[in-house]
């Protein structure tokens, strides 16, 4: 392995020594990890509402649906994670624990710690919101996807897509999120800083997090995709 690939991000999901076995049982350590993620990842999220400088490229194009179409913004993010769900069919997608803890963990996280946290004022403060926001859910995603309990609908695209063409995590996370930025955009949905900034960050950043995750969690074994098979190591 080259003395330098600690600087770039992981191209695949590592395996770490609370890997579960299956996606639908778990040991405490593993679902407590899985938690923890999960939870970073919905500070991170809250850090980005308190911000104000512009929301995640998903809420944009569900805005930008909710402008074309006589639905609500609520109604469209829910039509838009169900085709997102429909789309791991043929990626041959496996839902588990993880996927289910994804929305209510999350879910509270945001709710929570949006109300704990400052609204900052100068505009530095508000573009560090979006930044530590960003490395969060980067953080966040790498341990709970190290658990191999399961995607939320949104990252199964990614890992999905990732395992069928082998194309690195970050580059296919960015890809996504560039996408579902400009088709949010062209519909009407409203762009901020914070918006570009996550659409071209985040993919890194999940990348990054999965590096440091597997670092911490480095087991002997070779890496193992997300479906569960095992694959040589990519990041030589």
Known sequence: MSRLSFLRPSRTVPVTRWRSVSRWRTGPMTFVILCAGLWLFGTGEALLVASTLGVSPWTVLAEGLSVRLPISIGLATLAISTLVLLLWIPLKERPGVGTITNAVV????????????PSP????????????????????????????????????????????TGWPISAVRLGIEALVLVVGWLLGGTVGVGTVLFAVLIGPAVGYGLRATGRIGRTQSPEIDVAGDQRPELDA
Not at 106 to 117: R, S
Request: aromatic share 6%; proline share 5%.
């Open 106 to 117: 999350i879910a509270l996280a945001l709710q929570v710690m949006v109300v704990v946290l």
């Open 121 to 164: 004022s100068h505009p530095l403060a508000r573009l560090g919101f979006v930044l530590g926001g960003i490395v969060l859910i980067g953080v966040g995603s790498g341990l709970y996807l190290t658990t191999n309990l399961g995607p939320g609908p949104r990252d199964g695209w990614m890992t999905g897509i990732h395992v069928a």
